[in-house]
């Protein structure tokens, strides 16, 4: 095992609520990456974080936002939920300049 | 912006038999990366190719990354049952890059 946590492991929501996952990222990583990974696809960048700041974001809309606290854990927060926002969310934890992530385990998110 | 494309999409083979997965990018990639996720898990990485022409093993398992560094292969020998998951290629567009961008994946299933 990696050492990332993540929680829920499992989390069902319905339309138009909103969402927060968490992530602990694996001893001595400061980085974290948030995925996305609709069933049958590879996981989608959503963004990094990397000393509390947004580094880097994919192709999501703002309703997808998050956190990263002083000790490297994440949060990610999705708004106004939508049917095809049911996936499974990973996070990844690594170390600045090392280019390796390290995935949890993830949260399936059911929107319904 | 960069795609990551994999084939085929499923592949199913006896045990015992070769199996073969091929990745190629839209753009030169800084790395590639490759990721096992079992039915039900999450990734896992396996490998990363950062020089032009690499080739590496892990036992039944070899990893070419292309001289133009735009595609890669993995390819296992004498497939076994644990060896059953999707098998996904992602790469770093550039030095410096946060965002990994994965394909589809290849779904090989192993028939006893």
């Known amino acids: 095992e990696t050492g990332v946590t993540q929680s829920p492991t499992h989390l069902i929501k319905t339309r138009g609520q909103q969402v927060t996952l968490r992530c602990s990222s694996q001893?001595?990583?400061?980085?974290v990456s948030w995925y996305q990974q609709a069933l049958g696809q590879g996981p989608q960048f959503i963004f990094q974080?990397?000393?509390?700041?947004?580094?880097g974001r994919g192709n999501f809309p703002p309703r997808f936002s998050g956190l990263q606290f002083p000790n490297y854990s994440s949060e990610l927060n999705v708004n106004a939920l939508e049917l095809d926002d049911s996936a499974l969310y990973l996070c990844?934890?690594?170390?600045?300049?090392?280019?390796?992530?390290?995935f949890g385990p993830g949260t399936r998110l059911l929107v319904l | 912006g960069q795609q990551v494309m994999q084939i085929p999409q499923y592949q199913h083979v006896q045990e015992g038999e070769d199996f073969t997965t091929y990745c190629n990018s839209s753009?030169?990639?800084?790395?590639i990366q490759w990721y096992k996720q079992r039915p039900g898990g999450h990734p896992v990485f396996l490998i990363q190719?950062?020089?032009?022409?690499e080739v590496k093993k892990q036992k039944r398992l070899t990893f070419q990354f292309g001289e133009a560094k735009k595609n890669s292969s993995l390819h296992i020998t004498a497939t076994q049952t644990t060896d059953v998951g999707t098998y996904f290629c992602?790469?770093?567009?550039?030095?410096?890059?946060?965002?990994?961008?994965f394909g589809k994946g290849t779904k090989l299933s192993v028939i006893p």
């Open positions: 990844a934890s690594s170390w600045r300049g090392a280019e390796t992530q390290y």
């Open positions: 001893s001595g990583h400061n980085t």
């Open positions: 974080y990397y000393r509390e700041e947004e580094n």
């Open positions: 753009t030169t990639l800084s790395n």
């Open positions: 190719l950062v020089k032009s022409g």
């Open positions: 992602a790469g770093f567009s550039g030095a410096g890059s946060y965002q990994l961008t």
